[in-house]
T-cell receptor, first 116, second 116 residues
């Protein structure tokens, strides 16, 4: 069955420190992979996505993610965290449906706290 | 350009009641998907509508139903509410006519339902 695992429920980093959020997926075909961010009281905002090609993907707000097929992973990274990055982060895999867009399967999320 | 708008933002119901949630997609989008996000969980796919028909459905009982109107707006109806239906309900829109798999889902801020 298709699934997404985010092993870390809650991570705390100091402002200015680097960040890596882990994501592992299980999907039979070539995966479409996404990272979304959700701030309190807000909807989900797309940070970046991977469909094919270069396995290092750049996104908004200085985030990047690397697709590693051998490890079934799509970890999110940022070299220097800002206090405004405190939020919940969701990894998702996109199902393909009849040649067009299917649903997204989300992980349970990782809550990021940033220490001053 | 208005994004995805949902109403109401918060509501409280009692067990056994029925609820209707509404969603207006982003301008230019023709496809609406609904997701349920329980506390501490990632969003779970309920169903997707385009051309006024339900096209895909997740693992949710028939108590969950929907509708899409000619202007692409959508409703989510839940009958015979249970305590476990308490969650944030997210609407997401996309442009199926753009073709292919874009993965560009735009989410609203959600409707928070509390069932007492």
């Amino acid at each position: 069955a298709q699934s997404v695992t985010q092993p870390d429920i809650h991570i705390t980093v100091s402002e200015g420190a680097s960040l890596e959020l882990r994501c592992n997926y299980s999907y039979g075909a070539t995966p479409y992979l996404f990272w979304y961010v959700q701030s309190p009281g807000q909807g989900l905002q797309l940070l970046l996505k991977y469909f094919s090609g270069d396995t290092l993907v750049q996104g908004i707000k200085g985030f990047e993610a690397e697709f590693k097929r051998s490890q079934s992973s799509f970890n999110l990274r940022k070299p220097s965290v800002h206090w405004s990055d405190a939020a919940e982060y969701f990894c998702a895999v996109g199902a393909h449906y009849g040649g067009s867009q299917g649903n997204l399967i989300f992980g349970k999320g990782t809550k990021l706290s940033v220490k001053p | 350009d208005a994004g995805v708008t949902q109403s109401p933002t918060h509501l409280i119901k009692t067990r056994g009641q029925q609820v209707t949630l509404r969603c207006s997609p982003k301008s230019g989008h023709d496809t609406v998907s609904w997701y349920q996000q329980a506390l501490g969980q990632g969003p779970q796919f309920i169903f997707q509508y385009y051309e006024e028909e339900e096209r895909q459905r997740g693992n949710f009982p028939d108590r969950f139903s929907g509708h899409q109107y000619p202007n692409y707006s959508s409703e989510l109806n839940v009958n015979a509410l249970l305590l476990g239906d308490s969650a944030l309900y997210l609407c997401a829109s996309s442009d199926r006519l753009a073709g292919g798999w874009t993965g560009e889902l735009f989410f609203g801020e959600g409707s928070r339902l509390t069932v007492l």
